[in-house]
């Protein structure tokens, strides 16, 4: 059973940035992918960015292109994500998560554990 938690979330102005870290135990960090998700209050959950297991593949929302950035290191069972020019459109709950490793890709969906939530919350 692998366990996710999230650290980093807080309060940051608009324009600011902010990076989120995720921290795996009880499983072989580098067989899964990585990918974060996010909750706005009164909507779903939704796929904010993800990564491959080895690092050499990404795959970001439209509405975080150019702005955030998902990066792992294996030696530390830890996955980060760099928000830059944050809006108050990135308020959410953020989440980890981790999928099984299948070949090169970093799916937007399918994933099997995640991690309680840490709060952004970005002020105009």
């Known amino acids: 059973q692998v366990q996710l938690v999230e650290s980093g979330g807080r309060l940051v102005q608009a324009g600011g940035s902010l990076r989120l870290s995720c921290t795996a135990s009880?499983?072989?960090?580098?067989?899964?992918?990585m990918g974060w998700f996010r909750q706005a209050p009164g909507k779903e959950r939704g796929f904010v960015t993800a990564?491959?297991?080895?690092?050499?593949?990404?795959n970001y929302a439209d509405s975080v292109k150019g702005r955030f950035t998902i990066s792992r290191e294996n030696a530390k069972n830890t996955v980060y994500l760099q928000m830059n020019k944050l809006k108050p459109d990135d308020t959410a709950v953020y989440y980890c998560a981790a999928v099984q490793a299948t070949g090169w890709t970093a799916p937007q969906g399918g994933y099997e554990y995640w991690g309680q939530g840490t709060q952004v919350t970005v002020s105009s």
């Open positions: 009880g499983g072989t960090f580098s067989r899964f992918a």
């Open positions: 990564i491959n297991w080895i690092g050499s593949s990404t």
